[in-house]
């Protein structure tokens, strides 16, 4: 089975552990020696990226001499500081944590598949399905969070009362809502999927045709796809949001 180096890697090392508990949790991989496929392995290099880029913000904090990675990341906060803001409301700074931590995962997520020896997990369906079930978690609970029980009126639409018409208004306008809001989890996945799939194969395929040259401009336009679906995915959980925690009905 052909497998990335650092997923081999990790598989060498921790093949047994991960095995064990998977087995423990009813779930028997196909490849017991190598239970780790790619994605989860690049998913783990994403994180430690992360982590050690907001450590290394952190101690370069500086009110005096303030160095690149902070003029970086305050240039980050401001950008979706103020879009949220536009979008969201004056509420919008609750949410730019997870706004801003979810832009940056998909960002590098996008970027991995420049890098020789690795690969884009988002060019993998369920690491896209992942990110928009948890935005549609998120968006939720923030409605709930935000209008109570009242939440449940954005999906019932303008038309409310207690006549028998009415009230079947009401349960078909619940239903088509509901529906509508499921979809948004398939639409995030495919959107990005497809254009970090397709990016992915046309870079490869030039790579083995034409390995000089020619690649990079297909590398140049694999980090501009990267950049717009990376504003995308963040640009639409911001109006999910603000949605959901509007007070009009």
Known sequence: MHQLPLTSLLN???AGPVTALLTALGIHPEHPTAPIPDHIA??????????????AVRASLSVENPGTLQHIMESVYNLMDAQSEEIIGSTSRRYLSYLITLGLFILICNLLGLIPFLESPTAVPVVPLGCAVVTWFYYQTQGFRTNGAGYIKHFIGPIQGWAPQVLLLELLMFLIETCSHLARMLSLTVRLFANMFAGDMVTLVFFSLIPIGVPVIFMILHFGVSLI??????????VYIGEAVAHEH
């Open 12 to 14: 060498h090392l921790f």
């Open 42 to 55: 690049m998913q783990l290099l994403v994180f430690v990226i992360l982590m050690v880029f907001f450590v």
């Open 229 to 238: 679906q990376t504003m995308i995915f963040v640009l639409l959980p911001m």
